[in-house]
């Protein structure tokens, strides 16, 4: 069903710990956002009270509209999947697929055809007969998507459902969900931790820390602009790299500097004091002819074999920072340039952790 | 911890009605053991008034002074004769004191034995799968049913009304408890623990006691408290097995049942309480174990 | 890790005397010697005396008792009384036990959340499993007599005075005896299904919650199934248990009026203690032995395989 969620100014806390601050959310009709952050950000909570399990301290939930703080977790029309499945161990999988049904009073003959076609859809023909407890954990997962999407839930929402499974078992059933999500329209709420997951799969994310949303947007947005330095952190792999720099003023003219690089002159950006660190992606490190402007040298101090692209640390400064290149191409010990690619530096204010993009810059040797 | 059943609002009236329905449930429970107290201070006028008293206005020490004291008891006969005659001339003294050495006795026994049987049970599978289920099966005869031939068997070898006989019937009769429960309990414990002292150079069986039995302190404890109060209120085989010159507490609360035809309320009363105090303290201390027991080790708290 | 010992023998110089046993059958030896002894030895001679008619008060020894071949099993089943004892004890044993189940049931669902007082309250609602069983049954022959506080609380209700004798009255006498039994034992049920609803699987509740079920629902189609394991242990363990029904029945009414609630033990020790047909009883015990263990045995395995 496509069914629209609003979450607006959600506080909780426990026994004096603030698990969700004033969270607002939005999730349009039909789209598939992802709520991310590490454990203990708070997301589990939010989802707890989407679904009226927990209540809030203060703010509302709402759903297409309609303040459903005081309808009991029964009635909203919510489909949720727990990370462990809780599939009725003692009942038959063609009786889990009936359960919620049968709760809504639909009987016989429709509940039948609906169990038959859901089942169906997620390969669990073979299994109807089977009991719960001897089902293995990629079956019970099946089985619990597919008892709350035979119910029609306004909103799919799934908590970590991935987690528990093996990763060679995880790509295909991405797959499935975003195929089955398209064909029947359903509004998605997904929560995890699994950054990577979140960018393949939504259509926006929602980047949670320390029971704050700290910036939602589609996955370019997230990736390419963020807003935050958690959140420059948390997305991407390998991690952004950040590096300390100094803001250099002459005249009116304002540039940033780094142990290697620089200064970076800064065009259209306000920058004020304060202590800042620059921000790169690994991706945006790039080889460069030796000599030529923009580039620096550094020694590759170890390199990480993924297979389809290696990891150079390189040293920078005080520390080392990764660069992404083709297999086989350096070695370590071995000594390269590198450059910054322009448009993709990021400055970050220590003192709040707000980030900007460089969009513009004019590198100078 | 509440459960998904109970949903996060309740209306006041909802949770008024479990706590009374709770309150009713305690005051049920509660009931006859106070009637049972409550009439063992209640002087002799009392017993069988009607409409009956439900808390004596003129608590008296009287019944327990004759359930104690021969002396009061034959005062109390001689003042009152003509409207009851009882037969009950042993003390409650000899009662207590031959449960609390037949108890005694047979508990150690039994214990003793039954980890010794548990142990070999739980470590070696002594025996094969199916050994334990002799024991269980044992508790499903039903117990008149085993006197007979008990009785027969006794009266061959001497046993009949001897504190030896006694016991060894006792301790039979709890083994199954004791083997069972201390084996769940034994099992419990990584045998890898026992590995590492025979590692170091132990025996078998100073492993065994250096080791685990220090850690299944608790629940052999817990199992000898239990077996206990299954000896101190045993009835059936007291009654059977003995013909006078040993008394339970069990069998003297039933002498004044069946002596007086059960008129002595007050006295009857005042045995059945004082009788039943150290069950309940008991049963209150390994409260926690009462289900594992009750249930040969199938349930764990 | 651990194997069986292959086979050290106990060896033991400071006895005197050499014994090749293997360690852990000597664990076993002096519990089953003992269970043999008491449980074995009695076996066989029940089954001598099932054949004979001795009675004590011959004033010869059982073992040299006039056989009677298999008259005592025939005599049994023509024997009403005996009959009516055991079809009476199955009608005991049937509802006690389910009546203990549904109210320990009921009982146990209110524990589910906690208050303030939550532990008092259960320390009070188990106390009737912590009396000696003859005591129970003796506060009940109180609570019921003529001009007891039972007939007191009747008398109460109805507006007229009420002194009936509960313990006299044939079809009657049975309630006293059952409520004494479900009294002292609803509390172990209650601890057990306690335990069961305890152990739910939290999130398989939420589930069925989320997919809309009302809590009587969740309580037949999932809790239900989920508690079976339990249930049934408790309900085998009961029935095992109040098949062997004495103590309150001696206390009460010792099975009279005329019989009225004599229950398989009752006849039995009346038959062997009170009548001294040893030799009959013997073989009423040879039939109750069977029959009771094989239904026993037979809820045990159905528990299992629910299980």
Redesign the interface.
């Known amino acids: 069903m496509r069914s629209r969620l609003e979450l607006r100014r959600l506080t909780k806390s426990f026994e004096q710990t603030l698990a969700v601050k004033q969270l607002d959310l939005a999730i349009m009709p039909n789209e598939f956002l992802s709520l991310l952050g590490p454990s203990g950000c708070g997301k589990s909570t939010t989802l707890a009270m989407i679904t009226g399990l927990v209540e809030p301290d203060s703010g509302e939930v709402c759903i297409d509209g309609r303040v459903v703080n005081a309808v009991p977790p029964q009635k909203r029309g919510l489909g949720l999947v727990f990370q462990d499945y809780a599939v009725f161990s003692r009942l038959t999988v063609r009786q889990n697929l009936n359960f919620g049904l049968e709760a809504r009073g639909v009987s016989g003959r429709e509940r039948d055809a609906r169990t038959a076609a859901m089942a169906e859809r997620l390969g669990l023909q073979t299994l109807l007969a089977s009991r719960g407890s001897a089902l293995n954990m990629s079956e019970m997962q099946r089985v619990a998507i597919a008892r709350v999407l035979v119910t029609n839930p306004r909103i799919l929402l799934l908590d970590e459902p991935m987690s528990n499974l093996d990763a060679s078992v995880r790509a295909s059933l991405r797959t499935e969900l975003k195929q089955i999500q398209h064909e029947l329209n359903q509004t998605v709420l997904y929560v995890t931790h699994d950054q990577s997951e979140a960018m393949a799969m939504s259509d926006r994310l929602a980047v949670m820390d320390a029971g704050a949303i700290q910036q939602i947007g589609s996955p370019d947005d997230i990736y390419h602009r963020p807003r935050t330095r958690f959140v420059a952190e948390f997305i991407g792999d390998p991690p952004m790299n950040i590096v300390p720099c100094e803001i250099v003023r002459s005249g009116s003219a304002t540039a940033v500097r780094t142990a290697l690089h620089g200064p970076i002159a800064l065009e259209e950006l306000e920058v004020d004091v304060g202590p800042h660190l620059l921000g790169v992606r690994p991706h945006d490190v790039l080889m460069a002819v030796p000599g030529a402007p923009g580039a620096a040298m550094t020694r590759v101090r170890f390199v990480e074999n993924l297979g389809a692209k290696h990891v150079l640390h390189v040293d920078y400064g005080d520390r080392l920072i990764a660069t992404v290149v083709a297999p086989n191409t350096v070695q370590a010990g071995e000594d390269i340039a590198i450059a910054l690619q322009p448009g993709a530096v990021h400055l970050i204010r220590e003192s709040d952790g707000l980030v900007q993009r460089v969009e513009r810059q004019k590198a100078m040797a | 911890?509440?459960?998904?059943?109970?949903?996060?609002?309740q209306s006041r009236w909802v949770v008024i009605l479990?706590?009374v329905?709770?309150v009713i449930?305690?005051l049920?429970?509660?009931f006859?053991?106070f009637?049972?107290i409550s009439?063992a201070f209640k002087p002799f006028d009392e017993w069988?008034?009607?409409?009956?008293v439900?808390v004596s206005g003129h608590p008296t020490l009287q019944n327990f002074r004759i359930v104690f004291f021969p002396e009061a008891a034959r005062e109390f006969a001689a003042a009152e004769k003509g409207s009851l005659d009882y037969k009950v001339s042993g003390s409650a003294w000899k009662a207590f004191g031959d449960s609390a050495l037949i108890a005694s006795l047979a508990t150690a026994?039994s214990i003793?034995?039954?980890t010794?049987?548990a142990?070999?049970?739980a470590?070696?599978?002594?025996?094969g799968p199916n050994f334990p289920f002799?024991?269980l099966?044992?508790?499903?005869?039903?117990?008149?049913?085993?006197v007979?031939?008990?009785?027969?068997?006794f009266?061959?070898l001497r046993l009949s009304d001897t504190y030896f006989g006694m016991i060894?019937?006792y301790?039979?009769?709890t083994?199954?408890f004791s083997?069972w429960m201390i084996r769940s309990f034994i099992e419990e414990i990584p045998?890898?623990l026992?590995?590492v002292a025979m590692v170091h150079g132990a025996s078998?069986a100073k492993a065994f006691l250096t080791v685990t039995l220090p850690l299944v302190r608790g629940g052999v404890l817990a199992t000898a408290l239990f077996v206990f109060?299954l000896n101190?209120?045993e009835?059936?085989f007291a009654?059977?097995l003995t013909s006078g010159r040993i008394l339970t507490?069990?069998l003297q609360?039933?002498n004044y049942?069946s002596a007086s035809s059960?008129k002595l309320?007050g006295v009857?009363?005042a045995m059945?309480?004082v009788?039943?105090i150290p069950?309940?303290v008991f049963?209150?201390l390994i409260?926690k174990h009462?289900?594992r027991g009750?249930?040969?080790g199938?349930?764990?708290? | 890790m651990f194997e069986q010992p292959a086979s050290p023998s106990l060896v033991s110089r400071s006895w005197g005397f050499r014994l090749r046993l293997p360690f852990n059958v000597a664990l076993v030896l002096p519990a089953q010697l003992i269970i043999l002894a008491v449980a074995l030895a009695p076996a066989v001679i029940v089954v001598w005396l099932a054949l004979t008619d001795w009675q004590p008060t011959d004033a010869i020894p059982w073992y040299q008792a006039e056989t009677v071949w298999f008259w005592n099993f025939y005599d049994l089943w023509y024997d009403e009384r005996f009959v009516n004892a055991v079809l009476r004890t199955f009608f005991v044993v049937g509802v006690c036990v389910a009546v203990e189940l549904v109210l320990a049931l009921g009982l146990a669902l209110l524990f589910l959340e906690d208050w303030r007082w939550k532990k008092i309250a259960v320390s009070v609602i188990i106390l009737p499993m912590m009396i000696i069983p003859v005591d129970a049954a003796n506060a009940f022959f109180m609570l019921f007599n003529e001009h007891g506080p039972i007939n007191h609380l009747v008398s109460l209700a109805l507006g007229h005075p009420f002194e009936f004798s509960w313990l006299s009255h044939p079809t009657w006498a049975m309630v006293p005896i059952m409520l004494c039994e479900i009294w002292q034992w609803t509390p172990l049920m209650f601890l057990l299904v306690l335990t069961g609803l305890i152990a739910l699987p939290q999130n398989q509740i939420r589930a069925a919650v989320m997919l809309g079920a009302s809590p009587p629902r969740i309580f037949f189609k999932l809790v239900l199934p989920l508690l079976l394991p339990v249930l049934g242990v408790a309900v085998l363990i009961r029935c095992i248990e109040t098949f062997k029904i004495f103590d309150p029945v001696y206390m009460l009414t010792r099975g009279q009026p005329g019989g009225a609630t004599e229950t398989i033990s009752m006849y039995m020790y009346n038959g062997a203690f009170v009548y001294f047909r040893m030799g009959y009883i013997a073989a009423a015990a040879l039939i109750v032995l069977i029959l009771v263990v094989a239904t026993c045995l037979g809820l045990a395995k159905s528990v299992q395989q629910h299980g």
């Open positions: 911890m509440a459960d998904g059943l109970v949903t996060r609002r479990k706590r329905t709770v449930a305690m049920i429970s509660f006859p053991i009637w049972l009439t069988a008034s009607w409409p009956p439900w026994f003793s034995f039954g010794l049987a142990y070999s049970i470590r070696f599978a002594t025996g002799q024991f099966t044992v508790r499903m005869m039903p117990p008149i049913a085993v007979v031939p008990i009785v027969a068997l009266a061959v060894l019937a301790t039979a009769f083994l199954p083997i045998s890898e026992e590995g078998r109060i101190w209120s009835f059936l009654l059977v507490v069990t609360v039933a049942v059960g309320y009857q009363a059945g309480t009788s039943t069950v309940i049963g209150y409260q009462l289900v009750l249930t040969f199938a349930v764990k708290r």
